[in-house]
């Protein structure tokens, strides 16, 4: 049985009154002389009328189509943060699971933080990542014109490799402080390790009591993990009482370890791979991609391929969303 709100979704969609609906995309910068890091916010929501225009995108990978800076429908929607896990990715490339959960009403909110200048500076980001999404929320929900569009009672978190681990901390995962600064060694806990220790840069130089504090959101209802690394580093001491959670595994990536409790949903794509986490590739990115000395595979076998396994990605994060609690 459908709930109300998917019903209340399909009625909005399909309704003369809103026969000019699109999908809207804006952005917020979190800066300014007071602000330590700085984040840029990529809003994506239902919207009204505009100019369709193609939105990021490079030479690489494709973008979405949108329309900037659209006037957003007149009600209050779920709010769902997303927070992409990439190291050294590029700013918002999680644009193609925003988009698709925003043409299925919801207002979500990308995350963009710095991209670490070094190796040395990317090991903190595994406590910066669910800080930058707090801060997030606290942006959106203080502002004087998105704040009216929220449903505060259904705030959820999406995140991907690092962005999904991020996730299950906002859920009240912990930490094992020696299991992660291990991780490289033991059990090759990052598709980051061999770039890290490159530069003779160790998981054990990561701020220790920014590791370690705690990171609960009570705000945050629901929480989904696509790929989430360090997995096997969560102590069994967490609290995720009010939070309910997904994990999703792409194809063999499994967790060595529980990292939530025992209601926590678990679910498998197996044709997907965790490259899946990325946008289609454009048809010349493979090549650029060799020139450049990066890795070709990452556009996985073909753009349809990776397109089939963003379908089935994000009808996973939705169907759940729709009903976090399994009932």
């Given at each position: 049985m459908k709930s109300a709100f998917?019903?209340?979704?399909?009625?909005?969609?399909?309704?003369?009154?809103?026969?000019?609906?699109?999908?809207?995309?804006?952005?917020?910068?979190?800066?300014?002389?007071?602000?330590?890091?700085?984040?840029?916010?990529?809003?994506?929501?239902?919207?009204?009328?505009?100019?369709?225009?193609?939105?990021g995108g490079n030479a690489v990978f494709t973008g979405e189509t949108a329309v900037p800076d659209a006037a957003v429908v007149a009600r209050r929607f779920p709010l769902v943060l997303v927070s992409h896990g990439g190291l050294r990715s590029a700013r918002d490339s999680g644009a193609w699971l925003?988009?698709?959960?925003?043409?299925?009403?919801?207002?979500?909110?990308?995350?963009?933080?710095?991209?670490?200048?070094?190796?040395?500076?990317?090991?903190?980001?595994?406590?910066?990542?669910?800080?930058?999404?707090?801060?997030?929320?606290?942006?959106?929900?203080?502002?004087?014109?998105?704040?009216q569009h929220i449903e505060e009672s259904r705030i959820s978190v999406v995140g991907f490799a690092l962005g999904g681990t991020a996730a299950l901390k906002l859920s009240g995962s912990q930490l094992d402080t020696q299991a992660f600064m291990q991780s490289c060694g033991t059990f090759g806990g990052s598709p980051d390790c061999g770039w890290l220790e490159a530069h003779n840069v160790s998981l054990g130089s990561v701020?220790?009591?920014?590791?370690?504090?705690?990171?609960?959101?009570?705000?945050?209802?629901?929480?989904?993990?696509?790929?989430?690394?360090?997995?096997h580093a969560f102590s069994d001491k967490s609290s995720h009482a009010g939070i309910s959670a997904l994990i999703v595994l792409l194809g063999s990536d499994k967790p060595l370890s529980s990292p939530v409790d025992a209601t926590t949903q678990v679910i498998e794509i197996p044709n997907a791979d965790v490259s899946d986490g990325l946008p289609v590739c454009t048809s010349a990115g493979p090549e650029i991609l060799s020139e450049d000395g990066g890795d070709p595979s990452i556009c996985g076998p073909s753009a349809e391929t990776r397109s089939a396994a963003h379908s089935a990605i994000a009808n996973s994060v939705l169907t759940f969303l729709e009903n976090p609690d399994g009932s």
């Open positions: 998917f019903l209340l979704c399909l009625t909005l969609f399909a309704s003369p009154l809103y026969a000019d609906q699109t999908l809207g995309v804006a952005t917020i910068d979190v800066a300014g002389e007071n602000v330590e890091r700085p984040l840029r916010l990529s809003l994506w929501y239902p919207g009204l009328g505009g100019k369709v225009e193609e939105m925003s988009a698709a959960l925003a043409r299925s009403g919801y207002i979500v909110v990308e995350v963009n933080g710095p991209r670490p200048a070094t190796a040395a500076e990317a090991v903190d980001e595994i406590w910066r990542r669910p800080s930058d999404t707090s801060r997030a929320l606290d942006t959106v929900l203080n502002h004087p014109i998105w704040s701020d220790l009591d920014a590791l370690t504090t705690a990171r609960k959101d009570a705000r945050v209802s629901s929480v989904v993990a696509i790929a989430p690394e360090y997995t």
